[in-house]
């Protein structure tokens, strides 16, 4: 992705830069090529020449662009199990990934790691977004995902003849499983997706208190893996599966929904971070039943809701690392919502804002490997950069509306927000 080149200035506003410290009231970054050259109160602004960009944030807030750290680009309005792999054709499922990529930017996504992918789109997409062929958030991939034979994504009766083509790669035994991550390691892909655990979405043989691959399995996941640089993740609830995924040496959890003190030790041991997307079983409870979600699998998203809101703020409390992602692209829980998620942690898990926002931004990009390159606002990196109306810290919410997003610049470009709608860089005069 190319960087802009000359200079911007990002005034008027509260600058929280991401790192966790308290924001500055009075605020200015400045951008040179691309890159953050300042961050700071705006009386210590260094000089810049007289054709610098100008953006006024108009006493509201200058922050990192957010990072997605559980993104699905190629799940859509996503009503059954069943519609994750065998709904559409991989033409359309790409166009979509494309479409979705695009909305993440326009909410304020610089960034963003995802959770699974069906087919290879997500590699393919990322080369597109990097090749500036299509908007979207810097992307780490993944590819199809990885998970024992009759275990939650394993949903098709044999009768049927129909496979999983789409979006698993089905395993039993070490030996397979090994298989599965070369094929993945061909796909080009960052993550390795697995399912070391079952979800309240399958009552009846995975829930989540069943183990949907084995520790052999798992760990010949994560050899394979490391061998050739990649990284292995996994959907884990139950706590015998996340012990499993700590021992077996996983790079990040998903969910970490039942940490039992033991499995919270081991975590912290190793640093491993957590994306619990919690406001993804809020919804479930709040608008699977009137989308036909039944009676016991409304039952186990109360259970790991709970469970979930409870493992994180034991970790947050312990000084573990997690990120904010939501699972976003279930037909309870659309694409455009990801901010969400934000105003989930604050107002029901009980997270402050500036700690929600460090975890949204920072950890973020920490989770992508990247934290070097963008995530706080920190002279020598890519300008990632969100500009909101308002006071984030006041009312967090304000990042779940788009007309409250003036810019949301990527590597120093004005790429999205109401001030490109105005007319790009003419709408930023000069300070
Ligand atoms: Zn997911």
């Known amino acids: 992705m190319k960087t802009a080149t000359g200079w ?45 960009t100008s953006i006024d944030a108009r006493g509201g807030t200058i922050m990192p662009g957010l990072v997605e750290a559980h993104f699905h680009p190629t799940y859509f309005n996503v009503a059954n199990l069943e519609d994750l792999d065998i709904k559409y054709p991989v033409e359309y499922v790409t166009l979509l990934a494309a479409a979705n990529a695009k909305l993440a930017l326009e909410c304020g996504y610089t960034s963003a790691r995802s959770g699974g992918s069906l087919f290879n789109i997500d590699h393919w997409l990322k080369k597109a977004i990097e090749n500036e062929i299509a908007p979207g958030p810097r992307l780490s991939t993944s590819g199809r995902e990885i998970c024992g034979v009759g275990g939650l994504m394993d949903w098709n009766p044999d009768f049927r003849r129909i496979g999983m083509e789409g979006l698993v790669l089905l395993v039993n035994g070490p030996n ?47 050899a394979t893996a490391h061998n050739h640089g990649l990284k292995v993740t996994g959907h884990c609830r139950a706590t015998e599966g996340i012990k499993n995924a700590l021992r077996a040496g996983y790079d990040a959890l998903e969910h970490g929904t039942f940490m039992d003190d033991e499995a919270l030790e081991m975590l912290l041991l190793r640093d491993v971070p957590v994306v619990p997307a919690l406001q993804f079983e809020w919804a479930s409870i709040e608008h699977g039943p009137a989308l036909g979600m039944g009676r016991k699998v409304v039952d186990g998203h109360k259970e790991t809701l709970e469970g979930g809101a409870e493992s994180a703020r034991r970790i947050l409390k312990a000084g573990g690392r997690l990120g904010m992602g939501g699972d976003y692209g279930f037909a309870w829980n659309p694409h455009g919502d990801y901010a969400k998620e934000l105003s989930f ?42 500009v909101v109306d308002g006071d984030v810290l006041a009312d967090i919410g304000i990042l779940e509306d788009r007309a409250r997003l003036l810019a949301i610049v990527q590597g120093g470009v004005l790429k999205a927000g109401t001030l490109s709608l105005a007319g790009g860089r003419s709408a930023a005069g000069r300070p």
Not at 22 to 38: E, M
């Open 8 to 52: 911007m200035i990002i005034h008027n506003g509260q600058l929280v830069d991401g790192t966790g410290a308290q924001p500055l009231r009075d605020g200015a970054v400045v951008v040179r090529d691309g890159r953050v050259a300042y961050a700071g109160p705006a009386s210590r602004v260094p000089e810049t020449p007289p054709d610098a």
């Open 345 to 386: 942690f604050v107002k029901y898990v009980g997270f402050s804002p500036l700690e929600t926002i460090t975890c949204a931004t920072k950890t973020g990009a920490e989770i992508m490997g990247r934290a070097d390159e963008f995530g706080t606002l920190e002279p020598g990196k890519l300008a990632d950069v969100l």
């Open 176 to 222: 397979e499983a090994r298989a599965a991550v070369r094929k993945l390691v061909k796909d080009g892909v960052e993550w390795i997706k697995t399912y070391p655990t079952g979800d309240a979405a399958a009552p009846d043989t995975n829930d989540h208190h069943t183990l949907c691959m084995t520790f052999e399995e798992m760990h010949a996941c994560v």
